[in-house]
């Protein structure tokens, strides 16, 4: 307000030069938001000279004008100067003015005054001067203005997508508060048949999304209220529209004719009614109004867009269903209204979310998460919902007794495609994923979403047994590796590749075959590891006996000529146990270690296993312990010395103690999960954690057996148990699950 003089500025709007007047109007614009500078400007009369300008001005005059009005309506001022004839002219600027700078000003205009009476309506002002009403004689004038304004929904400039959007959602809100229950809905079909629903679709999976969030987040919001006054309306067969819309269900299903006739050839009733006219297309009873009660006229009109849209898919669906026994056949509008009330539940319509909503356009996560753009695409969701209710009825042979059963894997199967949908995906591929979905895999997320629910009810008891069973089943699977480490194994050596060659390559796989094998026992007080060259691998496993100490090395050389080098690694030294083994396991290797179990293994001659296992340890520096890298030396070698060294780390050196190239990747597993577990350090490998896994479901599982109905946990009659007559006990538990 500062250097702006009102009278001056008040006089200028009124000049007869062009020039002045805009200048005017400019500077009118940037300074009437401000309360206290609009009621000094309407005190001066300048809101009649704005108003006169509004009215007759043109060009950027008049784009100055409408912006300047617009703003001080949204400071709540000149409402006393906003009349039909104003409106009039505004609505005429919409369909007629192809300037983007008019028609925000006169978008914006019309948003305030439809609007109006749900911020502040005014004592002594007529019911028609504001709101939707105000608009309905100029919008008769001129018909072609709602389809003008929704066609502003595409336009490039995103400031007037704004604008148009919120005068759409200021007259959608208007009409379901304030019209009749006959009136708003034609409002609603009009703007649906306009192309409203594709624009605001096309515009939440655009990527201005930021600079439409709040007017597209309440029209997401509006989309939900209109959804549960529908499902709120009752069906009343006194009303014409509801009358016509279940009488079309029944046409569309051609069942003129078709019904049972009586044992003297004649029809049952005089006009060949049909007996099951109702429960034929999959109502419970001959009156199927009550079964509306859930989801009201908008389970109807669900059902009644799925039979126009799939005429003839509907009838073949009826014959194929008549074709089967009374308990098989699926209760087709049954499983209609139950998809209705599915899709309520997904997209919560009894929650208003425009509130919450508003925190989310704080950052672009946020925003990702509170766009439902599927929500939009309800009558194609429905219509694909519908269609996986009947193929899962058909694929797992369901009859009436398990419909609440189908129904529960349709909610889940929504709930994992449409609720994990991204806000760009396209509501075809959408479809797609709902009718391609595999059984099994919602079998699966049953499954899991009923653990979480026995977790949210026996939460605190099961974590604590899981726990305890948990740290059982990884103190047995430690016994299990470390035993593989006390039978030992057999691991190749290649001629030419050293501890200091680096990660494994492709041209290492292409390597010639191994020149030696070296054995490996871990010794039965699990001190020490135990390892002899061998230039072949031999039919029997050496026991500890034949894997002496060094000094003993010419003895047994005599004994044994495929003897090439042996030794031993003190565990009380090793610092480190490294490995280029990965945490998962590759597909070929999906079994279970059982190498306690099995004869020793048989190195494989081709595809060679690219994995190695290093150990790494600290030698004091007076040791002379032979390195895995040292070449062997078979006169003079000093047994190593278990105590740890008293030197400090910075006098000792970490070397390589023992590197293994395991044949297999279960080998791999066992022997470096087996070493870590030695080390008192946790497993890494895949294999290994899905075996204590394993045991610690199996110990839960077993535990739950224990659980009697009568305990004090449980109330009410016991559970029918199944008899055990004309059984025998030849009969095993699946535990691994087949």
């Not at 299903?253 to 078709?258: R, Y």
């Not at 059984?727 to 699950?737: H, I, N, S």
């Amino acid at each position: 307000m500062e250097g702006v003089s009102i009278p001056e500025l008040v006089k200028h709007l009124g000049s007869d030069e062009d020039g002045v007047k805009k200048m005017a109007a400019f500077r009118l614009q940037s300074n009437i938001g401000d309360p206290s500078f609009a009621e000094v400007f309407i005190s001066d009369g300048g809101m009649i000279r704005l108003r006169h300008l509004t009215l007759h001005a043109t060009g950027n005059t008049l784009a100055y004008s409408l912006q300047s009005f617009s703003r001080l309506l949204e400071v709540d001022k000149g409402w006393n100067y906003v009349n039909q004839d104003l409106v009039m002219r505004v609505v005429e600027l919409v369909v007629t003015h192809p300037l983007v700078n008019i028609l925000r000003g006169a978008m914006s205009i019309l948003a305030a005054v439809v609007s109006h009476p749900h911020i502040s309506a005014g004592a002594g002002t007529s019911p028609d001067a504001f709101g939707f009403r105000a608009l309905k004689p100029a919008i008769a004038l001129y018909p072609q203005f709602l389809e003008m304004l929704v066609s502003r929904l595409s336009s490039a400039d995103h400031a007037l997508c704004t604008n148009a959007l919120q005068l759409i959602n200021s007259l959608m809100r208007d009409a379901i508060s304030n019209d009749s229950d006959q009136e708003w809905p034609k409002f609603i079909k009009k703007l649906q048949e306009l192309g409203v629903i594709r624009a605001v679709y096309s515009l939440m999976q655009s990527t201005v999304l930021q600079d439409l969030a709040t007017p597209l987040l309440e029209f997401q919001a509006l989309t939900k209220v209109l959804f549960r006054k529908w499902r709120d309306a009752k069906v009343d067969l006194d009303k014409p529209d509801h009358r016509r819309a279940l009488k079309g269900i029944h046409l569309a299903s051609k069942a003129e004719g078709v019904g049972k006739k009586s044992e003297d050839g004649e029809d049952g009733t005089k006009k060949g009614h049909n007996p099951e006219k109702w429960r034929r297309l999959g109502f419970q009873t001959e009156s199927p109004v009550w079964e509306f009660e859930e989801v009201g006229f908008l389970g109807m009109m669900d059902l009644i867009d799925y039979v126009r849209k799939n005429e003839d898919g509907f009838q073949k669906l009826l014959l194929e269903q008549l074709a089967q026994r009374s308990e098989q056949r699926c209760p087709i509008a049954r499983a209609s209204l139950t998809t209705t009330g599915l899709l309520c539940e997904h997209f919560e319509v009894d929650k208003s979310d425009m509130e919450d909503a508003k925190g989310y356009i704080d950052s672009r996560e946020s925003v990702e998460k509170a766009f439902k753009p599927s929500l939009l695409q309800w009558s194609k969701l429905h219509a694909s919902g519908l269609q996986a209710f009947l193929r899962l009825w058909k694929t797992t042979g369901a009859e009436l007794e398990d419909f609440s059963k189908i129904a529960d894997l349709v909610r889940i199967l929504l709930e994992s495609v449409v609720g994990s949908a991204l806000r760009t995906k396209d509501i075809k591929v959408i479809e797609e994923e709902i009718a391609e979905f595999d059984v099994q895999r919602l079998r699966e997320l049953q499954m899991e979403l009923l653990e979480l629910t026995y977790e949210d009810t026996w939460g605190h008891h099961l974590r604590q047994v899981r726990d305890e069973l948990g740290h059982e089943a990884l103190q047995f699977i430690k016994e299990q590796r470390i035993r593989c480490l006390l039978q030992g194994a057999w691991f190749p050596n290649y001629a030419g590749y050293t501890n200091e060659s680096g990660p494994v390559t492709k041209e290492d796989l292409k390597r010639a075959p191994p020149s030696s094998y070296r054995f490996v026992r871990l010794s039965h007080n699990r001190q020490f590891l135990h390892y002899a060259d061998f230039a072949t691998q031999g039919d029997a496993e050496p026991g500890l006996e034949d894997l002496p100490e060094k000094g003993e090395f010419h003895a047994l050389l005599s004994k044994s000529p495929l003897l090439i080098a042996l030794s031993k690694v003190d565990l009380s030294i090793v610092s480190s146990v490294v490995s280029n083994v990965t945490a998962a396991s590759p597909a070929h290797s999906s079994h279970s270690s059982t190498s306690t179990l099995k004869p020793p293994y048989s190195l494989p001659t081709t595809n060679v296993s690219s994995a190695k296992i290093t150990i790494h340890g600290y030698l004091p520096s007076t040791s002379t312990q032979s390195t895995d890298h040292d070449p062997p030396n078979h006169n003079s070698f000093s047994p190593h010395n278990r105590k740890p060294s008293q030197a400090p780390s910075s006098n000792r050196k970490e070397v390589s103690l023992l590197a293994l190239h395991p044949p297999s990747h279960t080998v791999a597993s066992e022997w470096l999960d087996g070493l870590l577990m030695l080390l008192n350090q946790q497993p890494i490998t895949a294999e290994t954690n899905k075996l204590i896994r394993l045991v610690s479901d199996c110990g839960l599982k077993i535990r739950l057996l224990n659980i009697r109905f009568d305990d004090a946990a449980f109330a009410g009659d016991g559970p029918i148990l199944p008899t055990r007559e004309g059984l025998d006990e030849d009969y095993y538990y699946d535990v691994f699950g087949g």
